[in-house]
């Protein structure tokens, strides 16, 4: 394509985005054909139609054979960037005047609240104040993206999804408008996105040799639903990879994957049976790696009331480190995510992104670090003193 039929092209685009927004067209409303676009601005057919195809490659319109063109289900404040300036130049604009950077996260516990405050720090140093949403449903958040990515004053968003693997329409929607946006402690599967999170594979996979390496062959593994999150799955697979490494046999048995998170009255009493059940029937067992420290806890508890003795007789490990160890009847052997760099890899990432919005994904990932504690025992120590 030359200069000239470059900018015809780019300028037909715009001139179709305006055509929806005076006749205030609906989603699936028809749109001009790729003729009637030639003919009313003077233009190529072939003009016409790249401009369709680039709209329909960012998501504003479709096509149907033999049917025409749509106008797709979009927000029409997002059109009117795509019609004037570009959310990706507002976004550089907001960041030359040092405006505010938005944190979106599902809850505020303890490590969600290390996260803002090392999110918070970095936003200071690189000038910005720092607009803290919490949302604690998809729908909620989707509200919320929506909300402030359409605000002038905001250069990008640090998105700490609620748990699931599908990031959503309305994360869709600024994918394809080049929104800068950074995903926190979480993956899609079907869309890359910037992200940053910690190697949980990484960390699942060093805790589970940890226990290989100090005896420990038995060795259980208990998670929540990893259909609701990548970094469960991530742990699942270096607990898995460390066994094989070992050269460890597999045992389904020795594995309780919990049903999928809702809003059951019972969900916490089942989730209490699952448990008890597995240490009932796993007798061999003689370590158990839980994908959180609640699980840990959880299974400590229960591992108490059947009368077991820990470490001697069963090693717990966590991940995370959460303060809720503290509370832990022994102190809990687990896997720490240090925050140190977090906020400011969280931050440089989401102003390169700022800086290049055309750029493909980024994914960064932090280091994490095996923290052991009294809930675990070498086994060959113990065999030995036997």
């Not at 927004?21 to 003729?35: A, C, Q, V, Y």
């Not at 009255?265 to 790696?289: C, G, M, W, Y």
Request: charged share 25%.
């Amino acid at each position: 394509m030359n200069n000239i039929s470059g900018k015809l092209f780019e300028q037909l685009k715009s001139q179709v985005l305006n055509i929806i927004l005076e006749r205030g067209l609906k989603p699936h409303d028809p749109l001009p054909s790729e003729g009637e676009l030639a003919n009313r601005f003077g233009v190529s057919r072939m003009t016409g139609k790249l401009a369709l195809q680039a709209l329909q490659e960012e998501g504003i319109v479709y096509r149907l054979p033999r049917r025409g063109t749509f106008l797709a289900d979009v927000d029409l404040e997002e059109l009117k960037q795509s019609a004037g300036i570009r959310q990706v130049y507002r976004a550089k604009q907001a960041r030359l005047a040092g405006h505010y950077l938005a944190l979106i996260v599902p809850v505020i516990d303890d490590y969600v609240g290390s996260i803002i405050t090392s999110v918070e720090r970095a936003a200071k140093e690189q000038g910005f104040e720092l607009v803290i949403k919490v949302t604690g449903d998809e729908a909620t958040e989707a509200e919320v993206v929506r909300s402030l990515s359409h605000q002038n004053d905001i250069a990008g968003i640090l998105l700490f999804p609620v748990d699931r693997t599908i990031c959503g329409d309305h994360l869709l929607r600024l994918k394809l408008l080049k929104y800068p946006i950074v995903i926190l402690d979480r993956q899609f599967n079907e869309i890359g996105f910037d992200c940053l999170t910690h190697d949980h594979y990484g960390g699942a996979y060093e805790m589970t040799s940890h226990l290989l390496r100090t005896g420990h062959r038995e060795i259980g593994f208990i998670t929540s639903d990893l259909s609701m999150a990548k970094s469960r799955e991530e742990r699942y697979q270096g607990y898995i990879d460390a066994l094989l490494d070992w050269k460890v046999d597999i045992q389904t048995g020795n594995m309780l994957f919990l049903s999928k998170t809702d809003i059951s009255p019972n969900r916490a009493i089942d989730r209490q049976n699952a448990i008890e059940s597995f240490l009932r029937t796993s007798k061999k067992l003689t370590a158990v790696f839980c994908s959180d420290d609640f699980l840990a806890m959880l299974t400590m508890r229960i591992a108490f009331g059947l009368g077991l003795k820990l470490p001697e007789q069963l090693s717990i490990a966590g991940f995370s480190n959460h303060n809720v160890l503290e509370y832990a009847p022994v102190s809990m052997t687990t896997v720490r995510q240090p925050m140190d760099d977090f906020g400011s890899s969280a931050v440089q990432l989401l102003m390169d992104r700022v800086d290049n919005p055309p750029g493909d994904p980024v994914s960064i990932r932090l280091q994490t670090e095996i923290i052991v504690r009294d809930s675990t025992m070498s086994k060959i120590i113990q065999n030995c003193n036997g």
